[in-house]
């Protein structure tokens, strides 16, 4: 059974930084690109970041890029996204998300149950 | 970035009916938009991947149609089980978007 499991979120200050973590069971990590996906409090979901299967390339939507940074450690089958210069707005649960491709065709299957990340003062 | 808009925004139900939610895209993306049913503190589950495809284990009643622009999910003879936010998302280009949602409720 496919699990992805996030840890990590809380409430840090704007200006401070998180390391949110998304552990993968059920399937062979290394073979998948991974994303992160999030949800402000009673909002839609968007898109923040993506990695590959072997961590040599990544994506980011505009409003996280520079602040934020995605990677993968497969040797202990978890993704990571370390999160710097926190606003309010990055004020949301966050959802790691597998990705499957085929070919040049992409869907996201299984999502972890999210973590609640709150920039405060 | 592509922009995809749902409608209705909400819609309240009665069970058994059939229900039907578009997504337009602002531009062609070929089948490549999938749909998602989120419930209340949940996270979201695919329900069917490009256009018309169903997931694993996903009931029957949901199905998918549609390409390029403008697109369906249909949910025949509605269970109390589906009340949920459905979200329309393509993965033709980045950044990957979503639908702003339809929340059903029933009735």
């Known amino acids: 059974e496919v699990q992805l499991v996030e840890s990590g979120g809380g409430l840090v200050q704007p200006g401070g930084s998180l390391r949110l973590s998304c552990a993968a069971s059920?399937?062979?990590?290394?073979?998948?690109?991974m994303h992160w996906v999030r949800q402000a409090p009673g909002k839609g979901l968007v898109w923040v970041s993506r990695?590959?299967?072997?961590?040599?390339?990544?994506s980011y939507a505009d409003s996280v890029k520079g602040r934020f940074t995605i990677s993968r450690d497969n040797a202990k089958n978890t993704l990571y996204l370390q999160m710097n210069s926190l606003r309010a707005e990055d004020t949301a649960v966050y959802y790691c998300?597998?990705?499957?491709?085929?070919?040049?065709?992409?869907?996201?299957?299984?999502w972890g149950q999210g973590t609640l990340v709150t920039v405060s003062s | 970035e592509i922009v995809l808009t749902q409608s209705p925004d909400f819609q309240s139900v009665t069970p058994k009916e059939k229900v039907t939610i578009t997504c337009r895209a602002s531009q062609s993306i070929g089948s490549s938009l999938h749909w998602y049913q989120q419930k209340p503190d949940q996270s979201p589950k695919l329900l069917i991947k490009y256009a018309s495809q169903s997931f694993s284990g996903v009931p029957s009643r949901f199905s998918g149609s549609g390409s390029g622009t403008d697109f369906t999910l249909t949910i025949n003879s509605l269970e109390a089980e589906d009340a949920a936010t459905y979200y329309c998302h393509q993965s033709t280009s980045l950044p990957f978007t979503f639908g702003q949602g339809t929340k059903l409720e029933i009735k």
């Open positions: 990695i590959n299967s072997d961590g040599s390339s990544t």
């Open positions: 998300a597998r990705g499957v491709y085929s070919g040049n065709y992409l869907h996201h299957d299984y």
């Open positions: 059920g399937f062979t990590f290394s073979s998948y690109w």
